[in-house]
């Protein structure tokens, strides 16, 4: 084999911070080439490309751009297809939050929830899939959330988008487990991330206090579980694992 075809090659949407970042630094630690994508933090992007290039075994590409847009989606993988033929794994991470009264949400928002956070798992997918399934091989990772499960209140788009998470995640397994391609997803709880950042100290605490692991899980506690879930065995697909701190 080639040192070319022994390169393993994962995208990671949303990767700028948090746990994409997370993600995006844990395969690169093992020699992967990561292609980098976010929506509009291309400054944070641009630090995880140096951070990688300087430090870390692994090769990266920066391939910006909205993943909830169609469009940008199509030419986010014309560029990557220009460097490798097909994805080991795709990381589906890319998401937003919104806080507040189902009532007070404007079409607006509502249409960017599900842009963000469920289209664009739709569209990477769509993607990605073509060439895993003329090898007969890949992995797709999709980071969703334990309100995807049991729902959050004054969270409701947001937990309706990462429901959707699932169903997708359920039905797709089934639909490429012929072709030797698994499709799982990881619903978070709480980790310490900017998505939490505006919560006040008091907030935080009394969250904390909720969870009984008693904290926020962090972000390279998430990334070394998608590291791990890329490298189940194959027989496991289909599956909502959580990470939450035995929270629900």
Request: aromatic share 6%; proline share 4%; net charge negative.
């Amino acid at each position: 084999m080639s040192a070319t075809q022994s390169v393993k090659y994962v995208l990671v949407t949303g990767a700028s911070r948090g746990i994409g970042r997370a993600c995006a630094l844990r395969f690169a630690e093992e020699g992967w080439h990561v292609f980098l994508n976010c929506r509009s933090s291309l400054e944070e992007l641009e630090k995880v490309r140096q951070e990688i290039q300087e430090q870390l075994p692994g090769q990266c590409t920066l391939v910006p751009g909205d993943v909830g847009n169609p469009e940008e989606v199509r030419q986010i993988f014309k560029k990557i297809y220009q460097l490798c033929p097909c994805l080991d794994v795709l990381v589906n991470n890319a998401g937003i939050s919104h806080t507040g009264l189902l009532t007070d949400m404007t079409d607006l928002e509502w249409q960017r929830m599900l842009d963000t956070n469920l289209s664009s798992v739709f569209y990477c997918c769509r993607s990605a899939v073509p060439p895993m399934v003329t090898r007969k091989k890949g992995r797709i990772i999709n980071i969703s959330s334990m309100w995807g499960t049991v729902g959050a209140s004054c969270e409701a788009a947001y937990s309706a988008a990462k429901s959707g998470i699932h169903g997708l995640t359920r039905a797709l397994a089934k639909e490429l487990a012929p072709s030797n391609i698994q499709v799982n997803a990881i619903a978070c709880g709480v980790i310490d991330t900017s998505m939490n950042s505006w919560l006040s100290p008091v907030e935080r605490e009394a969250l904390e206090e909720e969870i009984p692991a008693g904290r926020f899980g962090t972000p390279r506690e998430a990334a070394d579980f998608v590291w791990q879930t890329a490298h189940a065995p194959a027989y496991m697909t289909g599956q909502i694992i959580g990470i939450d701190g035995g929270y629900i």
